[in-house]
């Protein structure tokens, strides 16, 4: 038996599966050589979900990063001999016309971010899987790319390892699970095992389903839950007798029936000679708690192979032979089909990066087949370099609140994720139904008094509009077009665009209590944000300046964007946005760590301080109604980016002259025990409730403001986003030295473009409302564009602009194609609409100072 190292560079928790086996192999080829893999089962593993997976894969996917990891892993098994790319369809049936539409969205997707799927015809789609009946289809996606891991992911998941190890940068110690991870002053110090302890400042959990359990150990909360789903095989199939393949036919989905199916080849191959149908339940999902798993000893298969229970496919088999009626000819092996365990998390995607909690604790948890080399690449790049290809904010464990890695919160969350695996499509707008009501600002009772039409981000619930304005502002209808199109329309209401309108003509108030704010105080404080943002936030700037300004990562991508306002010399208020408030939080916290700027101690105001936006013509006006010096807020007095405590008829209120919206105004900042005062106050001057739904999308694209983790990402800079200030400063800052590199380029590779839909009608002649992301191409070739860099141009933010009466986006395009009145084309739902470049980088459209469009 081989003798447990004393010390590591890093300990892999669940080294068995095709996850833990690819960051080995990852973190090997950038240089790491002390690396220890542990694992409660054999290696490769035998109870894990690699051992029972159908190694499908997939290219198609609606954001970037899942396409990114995808395809890197499809090139990954191909180039190691381990692909078998069949292609991959999937069906829409007869009189599923909104299955059809998802498969028409998912190619547009497919373009945006880099894959190859296209649409085909229902006598294709039979000629390329002939089991299908053809009078049930109307309709497929084909992806060319699709494929299966051969002969197994288990199989590549032991051969990197065996590499690993011959290489001697390895060692492997199976049946040898993680008892303890040792933490001390907040830092991974070591793992206790039942052969001993290891030294190591890193651990890599890649438990898959069984990964919180090891992330408690290391006072992490992962939030995760093991479900199942039915695998069911059918046989003898003999089609590809004597063919050799492992695979014969493309692979099949029909997610109309939340349903999969695949041969698995000639009769002579390991598992050969059957059809596998495979189904996700999306009604009543079976939800398993990691500890409730069973061991080895006692799983009648394997403790990730659950018995199944044939009522689970009750209502789903019978339309599967409706489809396949193969199914139906073939007698079911009751004895190999089971439940396979996959792990959902509260948001659906997957959990990498450093714990928030504890320093040297990491994860790569949640991670599918087809994304498991991709994924160990991006950890890797991320332990190693600091960075990662594309912008990890939609996969970083640190993306979550404390409430939302709570028990009820993590259970209902993911019980919702585990429903929407295949059925029915998820709209881009789509609101959870669980987990809400958790945080509610103090003007909640009166906006639900109002009608608010409540979403939820980050665990706040945010009125996008409200019913009672739907009456008080009906003049406005003849300048808010109808949504024809139920998809345009969905969690959308025509109140919002009549509250923008009013906002403009006089004065609205918007609920922003979501912000997350943080008080840095100490000697360290100035010293701290100084180095983190772009901006001079210290040196001179006085107290009561506000500044907006970014972090960069070390290679000039832009990381957070936010606001810092000098409350004292050694005082600076932190604003940023209620969906990226955690990250910049562990950015802040963790950059002073390593710098060793510790002297700063941060305060989290924000379940203190509520936060109204007052904004239009008339904000000053009715601001100075009801202050005490109403003198004190004049322009002279209170210039623009100034913050500075006021009274409002005696409440204490910190006022922040800035604007989101393009409209005068303040961030008015009041204690939650006076918020619904203040919102009285001014509900009584007649100001309008306004919902967020002009905050965040309308007003702001008509003017031309960017979002954070939407138009800002760190694959683009600060130049290309058109956000570069005039001048850098003196002082170092984190990424400056890429900055500077990036400011001295002749042009940029692609610029961030405010863009106008020149016609929206579709082949009907049903006017749309473009939602979500849609590829931009070149209307000549039909080609989505790419940039030098290999970026591809996609529409990033889209809303219709009430103001200018436009449909606004904003979207990368290669320097080449930047040009302003440049024609392009948009696609969306399969068809193309014509979009016009009206700016190359930052220039509103709308000018509320003037109160009309810019020429």
């Not at 894969?57 to 954001?63: G, I, L, Q, S, V």
């Not at 013509?617 to 004190?632: F, G, I, K």
């Not at 983790?709 to 956000?723: F, M, P, Q, R």
């Amino acid at each position: 038996m081989a003798t447990l190292p004393k010390r590591a560079d890093a300990v892999i928790i669940g080294q068995g599966g095709i996850v833990g086996a690819s960051v080995a192999h990852h973190l090997i080829e950038q240089g790491w050589e002390n690396l220890v893999g542990l694992d409660s089962s054999a290696i490769p593993t035998d109870v894990g979900s690699t051992s029972h997976a159908s190694d499908f894969c997939y290219m198609t996917a609606h954001d970037p990063m899942s396409c990114y990891t995808t395809t890197y892993s499809r090139r990954f098994y191909e180039a190691r001999g381990h692909y078998s790319r069949v292609g991959g369809l999937e069906v829409a049936r007869v009189g599923d016309d909104a299955r059809l539409a998802e498969l028409k969205r998912k190619v547009a997707s497919g373009k945006a971010f880099g894959t190859n799927a296209r649409m085909i015809g229902p006598d294709e789609a039979v000629e390329r899987f002939p089991l299908l009946q053809r009078e049930l289809i109307q309709g497929a996606l084909w992806d060319p790319d699709a494929g299966l891991v051969v002969p197994r992911s288990q199989q590549v998941a032991g051969e990197l390892i065996e590499e690993a190890v011959a290489g001697g940068r390895l060692r492997v110690f199976a049946d040898t699970p993680a008892l303890d991870i040792d933490v001390k002053d907040g830092r991974v110090r070591g793992v206790d095992t039942p052969r001993g302890y290891i030294e190591t400042p890193l651990v890599i959990v890649t438990a898959g389903i069984w990964g919180p359990i090891p992330a408690a150990m290391g006072g992490a909360a992962l939030p995760l839950m093991p479900v199942e789903h039915p695998l069911m095989f059918f046989g003898p199939f003999d089609a590809f007798a004597g063919s050799g393949r492992e695979i014969g036919y493309p692979l099949l989905r029909d997610q109309g029936n939340s349903a999969y199916m695949r041969d698995t080849g000639d009769p002579r191959t390991t598992e050969g000679g059957q059809l596998e149908w495979g189904y996700y339940e999306p009604t009543q999902p079976r939800l398993v708690h990691p500890r409730d798993i069973l061991g080895r000893d006692q799983a009648r298969l394997s403790p990730s192979m659950r018995d199944l229970d044939i009522d689970q496919v009750a209502d789903a088999f019978p339309r599967a032979v409706e489809l396949t009626p193969v199914l139906g000819e073939l007698g079911w092996d009751e004895k190999h089909s089971f439940n396979g365990l996959l792990s959902v998390t509260v948001d659906g995607g997957s959990l990498i990066g450093e714990s928030p909690e504890t320093r040297g604790l990491w994860f790569c948890e949640a991670v599918w087949v087809k994304d498991g080399p991709g994924m160990g690449k991006v950890l890797a790049d991320w332990i190693t370099q600091g960075r990662t290809e594309l912008d990890p904010h939609g996969i970083d464990i640190a993306r979550f609140y404390p409430v939302q890695k709570t028990p009820d919160y993590v259970l209902g969350r993911c019980r919702e994720i585990a429903c929407k695996i295949y059925d029915p499509p998820v709209h881009p707008r789509e609101p959870f139904e669980t987990g809400r009501n958790l945080r509610r600002g103090p003007f909640w009772p009166r906006e639900k008094e109002l009608g608010g039409y409540f979403m939820e981000t980050a665990g706040w619930e945010r009125a996008h509009g409200y019913a009672a304005n739907e009456s008080r502002l009906s003049r406005y209808a003849e300048r808010i077009p109808e949504r024809p199109n139920e998809w345009d329309a969905r969690h959308f209401w025509w109140v919002s665009n009549a509250e923008h309108l009013a906002l403009s003509e006089d004065v609205g108030m918007i609920n922003l209590s979501h912000f997350a704010i943080y008080d840095l105080t100490g000697p360290d404080a100035e010293a701290l944000l100084e180095y983190l943002s772009v901006a001079k936030v210290g040196g001179d700037t006085p107290p009561g300046k506000g500044v907006y300004t970014h972090f960069l990562d070390a290679f000039g991508g832009v990381h957070s964007d936010l606001t810092i306002v000098r409350l004292a010399p050694d005082t600076f208020r932190v604003i940023c946005g209620g969906d990226t408030g955690p990250r910049d939080r562990v950015w802040i916290t963790r950059m002073a760590e390593d710098r060793g700027l510790n002297r700063v101690h941060l305060e989290d105001r924000t379940d203190g301080l509520a936060t109204l936006g007052l904004w239009g013509p008339n904000a000053r006006r009715t601001l100075q109604a009801l202050a005490d010096d109403p003198q004190a807020l004049s322009p002279e007095r209170f210039p623009f980016a100034t913050a500075r405590e006021i009274r409002v008829r005696g409440l204490p209120v910190w006022a922040f002259r800035i604007s989101y919206v393009g409209e005068q105004g303040w961030e008015l900042y009041t204690p939650f025990s006076y918020g619904l005062a203040l919102w009285d106050l001014l509900f009584e001057q007649g100001v309008i409730p306004v919902g967020i739904e002009t905050y965040a999308n309308s007003r702001r694209l008509e003017k031309s403001l960017r979002l954070q983790n939407v138009d800002l990402l760190t694959e683009y800079n600060l130049l290309e986003a058109g956000l570069a200030r005039p001048r850098v400063k003196p002082a170092d800052f984190h990424g400056k030295a890429a900055h500077l590199e990036q400011r001295n380029r002749e042009r940029q590779p692609a610029y961030l473009c405010t863009l106008t839909l020149r016609e929206h009608r579709d082949a009907l002649g049903v006017a749309r409302y473009p939602v979500g992301h849609s590829p931009i191409l070149d209307p000549a070739s039909g080609e989505v564009l790419v940039d030098a860099l290999g970026r591809r141009s996609y529409v990033t933010s889209i809303a219709y602009g009430p103001s200018v009466g436009e449909i606004i986006a904003l979207g990368y395009l290669p320097v080449e194609h930047a040009r302003v009145g440049h024609t392009l084309s948009m696609e969306y739902f399969g068809e193309h609409y014509p979009l016009r470049v009206e700016a190359v980088g930052y220039r509103a459209l709308y000018d509320p100072d003037n109160q009309r469009p810019k020429s």
